[in-house]
């Protein structure tokens, strides 16, 4: 009688091999958008102190033990301001993006789609919006009723919307020539099947990537306004405004600027390299190489 040998299962890095890589860019923007993430959702919790918490006897305090990233000069702890302030921050462009794309893709799609004398009085529009430098459309967005955080988000949704307009028609027009939408129109497939069953399921990575840029610019037009007081209100621990506040005290106290200073880097960052990673990730001619 021979001896039973035992099966060996196959090495476990072998499905580790047939997994995609994912590009550096990507890895990088994820780490360090992470602990951005992590702020926002729980940041009144990690927060030392709380934001809005003044204490005359401690301003201006230099980083130390007790406050690590130093205070303001009303005695508030910067590290715990930063930390609230990352979920306005975040907030404002994901909500402004997420604005602009809902407004923006169906204008495209149907620009793109329709055409002719539709088409062309949604591009001229568009045309109008974009002849208008973004900070100074945010301004006059604003300026008809008092700032406050919410009308700055639609204002920058607003701001962004004739890009994101222009390119959604642009890869219709495109997807317009290709075989399988011919065929919806010769089964009779009305417009709306065409454009939301057809045409959207095929743009929605390079709007992906669009809607990560416009994630970055939004939260840089968001602090532009905060900064010059058409955003985020006192007492808010908004980037924008933490920085324009600590302008009399930057050779002072240059903490106080430093620490939203470097929060707001890190995102733009961070939000950069994820749209390059998505890119990357999610062009066509990259799908044979892994």
């Avoid at 301001?81 to 809902?102: E, W, Y």
């Amino acid at each position: 009688m021979t001896d039973a040998t035992p099966v060996q299962s196959a090495p476990s890095r072998g499905l580790l091999a047939r997994l995609p890589s994912l590009p550096v860019s990507l890895i990088i923007g994820i780490v360090l958008l992470a602990p951005l993430v992590v702020a926002a959702v729980a940041g009144g919790s990690l927060a030392p102190y709380p934001y809005d918490e003044m204490n005359i006897m401690s301003r201006l305090q230099p980083p130390g033990a007790d406050f690590w990233f130093g205070t303001d000069e009303f005695g508030r702890d910067v590290f715990s301001r930063t930390l609230v302030g990352t979920g306005s921050s975040l907030v404002m462009g994901v909500a402004a993006t997420a604005l602009s794309l809902l407004a923006g893709v169906p204008l495209g799609l149907i620009a793109g789609y329709k055409g002719g004398r539709v088409g062309e009085a949604i591009m001229r529009a568009m045309d109008v919006l974009m002849s208008f430098p973004p900070i100074l459309l945010g301004i006059l967005v604003l300026a008809v009723t008092p700032p406050a955080q919410w009308k700055a988000i639609v204002a920058i949704g607003i701001v962004y919307v004739p890009q994101v307009v222009r390119l959604t028609r642009a890869i219709t027009l495109e997807l317009m020539q290709e075989e399988f939408i011919t065929a919806a129109r010769l089964r009779g497939e009305s417009a709306a099947y065409i454009l939301f069953h057809e045409i959207l399921p095929n743009i929605w990575p390079p709007l992906a990537v669009e809607a990560s840029l416009r994630v970055v610019f939004a939260i840089l037009l968001g602090a532009s306004l905060s900064f010059i007081g058409m955003g985020a209100q006192p007492p808010s621990s908004d980037w924008g405004l933490m920085i324009s506040e600590a302008r009399p005290f930057v050779e002072q106290a240059p903490w106080i600027a430093l620490c939203p200073g470097f929060a707001l880097a890190t995102a733009v960052i961070g939000i950069n390299l994820l749209g390059d990673g998505l890119r990357a990730l999610l062009d066509p001619r990259n799908t044979g190489a892994h």
